[in-house]
């Protein structure tokens, strides 16, 4: 029976661009294999420029393919059923995830044929933490899901969670999986992602603008905790990733740098990715007067 492996992406969002970090490594038979976590946690991600496209990723084989060992769901992926249906488990730091009420969880579903919104209903569980999709038509998914668990805020503000799956139906097949969901990591400083960031859209030249050397400070998500850091200098017209001018981890919740003054047509763009057990459980984000994007980008001097 064919299997079925499904990649984790973060979607494109407007006027703020972000990928998902990408793994290459090679097995003991020498075979090339991609994905979202990679087996040797020395592996460093692929640069965005050397990505694959999504149509010509290769599947990942099961044997090779990271697995945390406390995985909610052991049988992840697809059985024979007529049902076309996806059951998934919502998990975060390797457990399901508490909800307090079916209203807190947003979820939409994608037909990735068409770009457009599914129109299916989705099923959430609170008592067990799942959700349930049926009668879906043989294809390519897309679905996102964010859980409202800060109530002091908006939705998609710090506390908050998100997830973005991409999955497949085969005729005659449904699946079973887990999806698991970071957390939105809050910046406290230089600027505060709890609340619209101050010239976030503005042109490049016309950031938010730091005086050398910078604090970057952000709440905990708990013990036990990495944060792994990125600062990129990017071109702004026509954008693109840039070199890495910072980079590294920590288990402390602020980072002070010193960064060369920006370059002009350039900006500088800050990622922070939180890592627990080799699971993914944060990320930054913020807001802007008219989007959102999964970085902080600013200029120094």
């Known amino acids: 029976m064919n299997k079925l492996y499904i990649t ?42 050397d990505l694959p496209t ?15 060992s406390n995985n909610y769901v052991l049988n992840n992926g697809e059985y024979r059923s007529n049902r076309h249906s996806l059951s998934a488990t ?6 399901p995830i508490k909800v307090k009420a079916k209203e807190d969880v947003s979820i ?3 037909d990735e044929s068409t770009g457009k919104s599914a129109n299916l209903n989705v099923d959430f569980n609170v008592k067990e933490s799942s959700i349930y999709v049926e009668n879906l038509s043989p294809g390519k998914y897309g679905i996102s899901i ?17 997830a973005w799956a991409i999955f497949k139906i085969r005729r005659g097949h449904s699946i079973q999986r887990d999806i698991n969901l970071s957390k939105i990591i809050h910046l406290t400083e230089p600027q505060d992602n709890n609340q619209i960031i101050q ?10 603008a730091h005086a050398s050397p910078i604090t970057f400070r952000w709440e905990s998500l708990g013990d036990h905790v990495q944060y792994k850091y990125v600062i990129r200098s990017n071109p702004c017209k026509p954008f693109k990733y840039g070199d890495v001018v910072e980079s590294g981890e920590t288990t402390e919740t602020s980072i002070t740098l010193k960064l060369p003054r920006t370059e002009w047509n350039h900006q500088y763009m800050l990622t922070i990715r939180a890592i627990k057990d080799k699971r993914v459980i944060g990320s ?5 007067d ?11 001097y």
């Not at 006027?15 to 976590?37: M, R």
């Not at 919502?90 to 457990?95: A, M, N, T």
């Not at 964010?146 to 998100?162: A, E, F, H, M, T």
């Not at 930054?284 to 802007?288: A, I, K, S, Y």
Request: proline share 8%; glycine share 6%.
């Open 8 to 49: 984790t992406i973060l979607i494109f969002l407007p006027t703020s661009i972000s990928v998902a970090e990408l793994y290459k490594w090679t097995d003991e038979n020498g075979e090339v294999h991609y994905g979202d976590q990679s087996p040797n946690e020395d592996t460093a991600p692929l640069d965005p420029e």
């Open 54 to 68: 999504l149509n010509n990723l290769p599947a990942a084989a099961p044997n090779t393919l990271y697995t945390p």
């Open 90 to 95: 919502l998990l975060f730091d390797g457990e």
């Open 108 to 110: 939409w579903v994608r």
């Open 146 to 162: 964010n859980i409202d668990s800060n109530k002091n805020n908006q939705r998609l503000y710090p506390g908050d969670y998100r």
């Open 199 to 208: 010239k976030w859209s503005n042109p490049c030249n016309k950031k938010m």
């Open 284 to 288: 930054l984000m913020t807001h802007g």
């Open 290 to 300: 008219n989007g959102y994007g999964w970085d902080y980008r600013f200029i120094a």
